[in-house]
């Protein structure tokens, strides 16, 4: 339910208005029924969020019925604005949060496209839940199928045979995007389901179902591709293409929506730290187990492909001039890539001799 501003007099001043407004956008946040009046359950609730949720018994009922001036049980924004002076202690922690949370850091001309905001459960976010179940049915399905008693260990379920990427049989197509359903033990897919709904969940509460959807399956089908031509004769299994593809998609959105993010240092910090961690590990396992068998090419691939594809599918909350440059760009890039290395494979297959 949309709300109308309050309509403030001229003969108030210049600061007089935008405190009013101020006030007025404070009123119209914790009005969630819209009728123009703050009943006590909605004071308790602003004062809560603003203020603190260990509050004396009795102590709102006394704050309304000490500013409900017509005795209504309610206040309007007169009553309201009242009071917001005369309880300016209140106000203080509240409206520094407001201003945090909802308007950070924004000049007035500039339009309402808040990140943080822009987070919505409708509809649900449950694309990487359904992909992480039918993961793990896949996985039941072979432990039961094998019952080798080593908790998935074993490639030679039904499940393992048909979907795993091959690079034997590397002409059956659908591998390169079905290898995301294998998974090599319980610490291989417990690791990759925490991360993958641990970040798609929080990209799919801004950019949508279907945007995450493609990036995670753009990661996917990158993983495959390099692994395919930079070790052709490995085998692959497990989503990490398309968990490292969700990882580099957070880097996108730090870089399309950078001013509308309250926090945007400390998300980058954080993606930062696990790359350096996640190289410095790659490479010291490479060096030191010649018999490592982690797909760090499809990591690698499923990353770039999911910065290249991020940037391309999901919400640019304020659109800038380079910003339109870089989605070319990274359209463009992704593209060519993937075509070429389909063409690869349908016209150099020699090159993939066993």
């Known amino acids: 339910m949309e709300q109308s501003g309050e309509i403030i007099p001229l003969r108030y001043t210049r600061e007089e208005q935008l405190e009013r407004k101020r006030i007025q956008e404070i009123?119209?946040?914790?009005?969630?029924?819209?009728?123009?009046?703050?009943?006590?359950n909605e004071l308790k609730t602003m004062i809560k969020s603003g203020v603190s949720d260990d509050l004396p018994k009795g102590f709102v009922k006394r704050l309304m019925k000490t500013s409900d001036i017509n005795n209504d049980g309610q206040l309007d924004f007169e009553e309201f604005f009242q009071m917001s002076h005369e309880h300016q202690y209140l106000f203080k922690n509240l409206c520094v949060r407001y201003c945090r949370l909802v308007v950070p850091?924004?000049?007035?001309?500039?339009?309402?496209?808040?990140?943080?905001?822009?987070?919505?459960?409708?509809?649900?976010?449950?694309?990487?839940?359904?992909?992480?179940?039918?993961?793990?049915?896949?996985?039941?399905?072979?432990?039961?199928?094998?019952?080798?008693?080593?908790?998935?260990?074993?490639?030679?379920?039904?499940?393992?045979?048909?979907?795993?990427?091959?690079?034997?049989?590397?002409?059956?197509?659908?591998?390169?995007?079905?290898?995301?359903?294998?998974?090599?033990?319980?610490k291989h897919i417990t690791m990759n389901l925490l991360v993958q709904i641990f970040l798609g969940v929080a990209l799919e509460l801004v950019h949508c179902w279907w945007r995450v959807a493609l990036v995670y399956l753009a990661g996917v089908l990158a993983g495959s591709m390099g692994t395919s031509i930079f070790q052709p004769r490995v085998f692959l299994a497990g989503a990490s293409g398309g968990v490292y593809a969700l990882l580099a998609?957070?880097?996108?959105?730090?870089?399309?929506?950078?001013?509308?993010?309250?926090?945007?240092?400390?998300?980058?910090?954080?993606?930062?730290?696990?790359?350096?961690?996640?190289?410095?590990?790659?490479?010291?396992?490479?060096?030191?187990?010649?018999?490592?068998?982690v797909g760090y090419i499809a990591h690698a691939s499923g990353a770039l492909a999911g910065f290249l594809v991020g940037i391309g599918v999901l919400r640019n909350l304020q659109v800038d001039?380079?910003?339109?440059?870089?989605?070319?760009?990274?359209?463009?890039?992704?593209?060519?890539?993937?075509?070429?290395g389909i063409l690869y494979h349908v016209f150099a297959p020699h090159n993939f001799l066993m």
């Open 27 to 40: 009123f119209n946040r914790y009005d969630r029924d819209g009728n123009g009046h703050i009943c006590i």
């Open 321 to 340: 001039p380079w910003e339109r440059k870089l989605w070319w760009i990274a359209v463009t890039v992704y593209s060519c890539l993937m075509v070429a």
């Open 105 to 186: 850091g924004r000049s007035p001309d500039e339009p309402d496209a808040e990140y943080e905001r822009s987070m919505s459960f409708w509809p649900p976010p449950l694309t990487m839940l359904v992909f992480s179940v039918v993961q793990v049915i896949s996985f039941i399905v072979d432990i039961i199928y094998t019952d080798d008693g080593q908790m998935g260990m074993s490639t030679n379920g039904p499940i393992a045979t048909i979907f795993i990427y091959n690079p034997q049989v590397r002409q059956q197509a659908w591998r390169f995007a079905t290898y995301m359903f294998v998974h090599i033990g319980l």
């Open 249 to 293: 998609a957070h880097l996108s959105t730090i870089v399309l929506n950078w001013k509308q993010m309250e926090h945007a240092i400390v998300q980058l910090f954080v993606i930062l730290v696990f790359c350096v961690i996640d190289v410095g590990s790659s490479v010291y396992n490479s060096i030191n187990d010649p018999f490592d068998r």
